[in-house]
């Protein structure tokens, strides 16, 4: 644990997380608050371009079984269905700019 002034010159107490644990940490959050329902989520895609995206967590359609051979959490991303392209979609944690849930924004 870290002891850090903050602008006022008041100390509080700062624990370091590591990185993989902040992104199981907003998974866990957004698994909560969005459960199975619709939620939009705004990022920035790996080519740089703004993105927008309507999307649900949990969804079985299309699924073989099979699954992926690696855990996209580890690398900082989320499986979702995109509701609009009707496809499963990687979200990259990283770089999330808002998220609308229940009609609550929550804001990077």
Not at 6 to 28: E, F, M, T, V, W
Request: aromatic fraction near 10%.
């Amino acid at each position: 644990m870290m002891l850090i002034i903050d602008r006022g010159g008041y100390p509080y107490a700062y624990n370091k997380i590591h990185r993989s644990s902040l992104l199981k940490l907003l998974k866990q959050l957004i698994e909560t608050k969005a459960g199975g329902t619709i939620f939009s989520v705004s990022f920035i895609k790996k080519n740089g371009e703004f993105r927008n995206m309507r999307c649900r967590l949990g969804v079985k359609k299309g699924l073989t079984g099979k699954g992926l051979n690696w855990e996209p959490i580890d690398k900082g991303y989320m499986t979702v269905y995109d509701i609009e392209k009707k496809g499963y979609r990687m979200v990259n944690l990283d770089t999330i700019q808002s998220l609308q849930i229940k009609g609550e924004k929550l804001v990077a």
